[in-house]
């Protein structure tokens, strides 16, 4: 027996569950769940359109299957999955994506430092500082301000979080920066993290 959900919770409905050494193909009822005969280590490979294909392990112990699906990279991936009829909890799913979808994942780097110099090439690092704009003089810093959850905060504590406690990063320069008054003069990195 098993279960195929979207954002940990939210069933999906009428997805292909596809046994890897029959070849049968079962469909999930109206709460996400399936029930099939498959063989011990074998694969179950769950698709329904609007998500990336997804393959679950069975193992020896486990008596309930869960397949945690993640809508696909494409153009109303979201759309796709609620016209095709996955979704019925089209609300909280809606809800859901919307949220993740403008989190990214930068668990794949190992710094914030990382992260700027893969993510944002024009910024430069220097002496502790991250600059947007380029070096404005010799003697006043060039630095941009730093946010984290709307709070001001300075490089080290910036430095010291997480990749993968970071949801959102965002640029805010030029005339987008003037809600900060003279603090947003050489543009600002507001970070969000996850909530």
């Not at 999930?28 to 694969?43: I, P, R, S, V």
């Not at 893969?118 to 946010?147: C, D, M, V, W």
């Not at 709070?151 to 320069?173: F, W």
């Amino acid at each position: 027996m098993g279960k195929v959900v979207v954002f940990d919770s939210i069933p999906v409905v009428n997805a292909n569950v596809r046994v890897k050494s029959t070849k049968e193909t079962i469909k999930t009822n109206y709460l996400g769940e399936f029930k099939c005969e498959c063989n011990e280590k074998d694969k179950l490979i769950v698709t329904a359109k609007g998500f990336n294909k997804y393959t679950i392990k069975v193992k020896k112990k486990s008596n309930k299957l869960i397949g945690n699906l993640k809508l696909a990279k494409i153009p109303n991936a979201a759309e796709i999955a609620i016209d095709k009829g996955h979704i019925l909890i089209v609300d909280s799913f809606k809800e859901l994506a919307k949220k993740y979808s403008s989190q990214k994942n930068y668990s794949k780097y190992t710094s914030f430092i990382d992260i700027i110099r893969n993510e944002f090439p024009s910024l430069q690092i220097s002496n502790g500082e991250i600059i947007i704009r380029g070096k404005s003089s010799f003697y006043g810093s060039s630095a941009a301000n730093i946010e984290i959850d709307g709070v001001m905060t300075d490089y080290a504590v910036l430095s010291n979080l997480s990749p993968t406690n970071i949801a959102k990063i965002v640029i805010v320069k030029g005339s987008d920066a003037a809600i900060y008054g003279v603090r947003g003069g050489n543009g600002v990195v507001r970070v969000i993290t996850k909530k």
